[in-house]
């Protein structure tokens, strides 16, 4: 073997060892599921808000702290960046650096897409379509919206597919999904968001089932109107490009308490979803980072 194939030998040979040198994380079993991991931003937002961490550190926190390599990102962290594209380059080069897969944006602040006044709602569209933009040059699939509005049910439903189906026009011309999470108010009865997303009928326009957002009313002592989650879950489920994992806190055996994880897994199983669920953990009584590492624990026990 002359000098030359030696160092060439010697270089695959390093390139194979690095690349079946899995980290510890990476052993656990995460393998044998039928679904991909996700981290959504918000599972961070106290340290961001904080600015304890940067929109620019979250792939990087992503993989090296959890070992994940999916992430998803909310508009807030970096609302006035979405056309800035020197700051999306070096976001890009965060995640190449650190093998990171970008997923979808989460958009807040830019109007509801059911308002029963027209020219709002057209303004609404006008709104998300630098999000669009952003999340073709980022490398994400999907944008996340809000459908609330004022009015009876039937008005918000009318005004909702009126505006899910233009935006829905705009991102099919991208190649992004436009997809809407049960978020409070009317959006969060599955049925009632389920028969929008069938009156829209485009391929590109979908739902983001939250385990854990069915409060469709709530006061300064809580929650005081919920729609079943399981029952919301399978409702909104067939429309699905991504599940959103919400966890807030944990019993002593690693179980979420207020959502039994097993039963709205077997709904997911039953339904044969294969995409990304997104980790959303909103808890306060561990950190933010021990709530992220518990809710990936569950998931990775729960989810084969």
């Excluded at 039937?154 to 099919?172: H, I, N, R």
Aim: aromatic residues 8%; glycine residues 10%; proline residues 2%.
């Amino acid at each position: 073997m002359t000098n030359l194939d030696r160092r060439s030998f010697l270089r695959s040979a390093g390139a194979l060892a690095a690349a079946t040198a899995l980290p510890a994380w990476a052993e656990a079993g995460a393998a044998k599921l039928p679904f991909s991991i996700s981290l959504a931003e918000w599972s961070l937002h106290k340290a961001l808000f904080s600015k304890q961490i940067t929109n620019l550190d979250f792939p990087g926190i992503a993989k090296k702290e959890f070992g994940i390599n999916i992430v998803e990102y909310v508009n807030q962290f970096f609302k006035d960046k979405a056309r800035d594209k020197a700051y999306l380059d070096e976001l890009l080069m965060r995640c190449k650096d650190n093998g990171v897969t970008n997923h979808l944006i989460m958009i807040d602040g830019e109007g509801p897409l059911a308002d029963l006044d027209a020219t709002k709602r057209n303004q609404t569209v006008e709104n998300h379509k630098k999000w669009i933009e952003c999340a073709k040059y980022l490398g994400c699939k999907t944008i996340r919206v809000n459908a609330q509005g004022s009015g009876s049910p039937e008005e918000v439903a009318k005004a909702a597919v009126e505006g899910l189906s233009k935006l829905g026009e705009v991102g099919k011309a991208s190649g992004i999904n436009v997809i809407v999470e049960n978020h409070g108010g009317i959006t969060s009865n599955g049925a009632w968001l389920a028969g929008v997303i069938k009156q829209v009928g485009m391929k590109n326009v979908g739902t983001l089932p939250d385990f854990g957002n069915f409060c469709m009313k709530r006061s300064a002592t809580g929650c005081d109107d919920s729609y079943d989650r399981y029952k919301g879950t399978q409702e909104l489920i067939p429309y699905a490009k991504g599940l959103s994992a919400k966890t807030y806190d944990f019993d002593e055996k690693g179980n979420c308490v207020e959502t039994d994880y097993t039963q709205i897994m077997k709904i997911v199983k039953d339904s044969k979803f294969k995409g990304i669920i997104g980790i959303e953990y909103e808890g306060s009584k561990l950190d933010e980072y021990a709530g992220i590492r518990k809710t990936k624990e569950l998931l990775e026990r729960v989810g084969q």
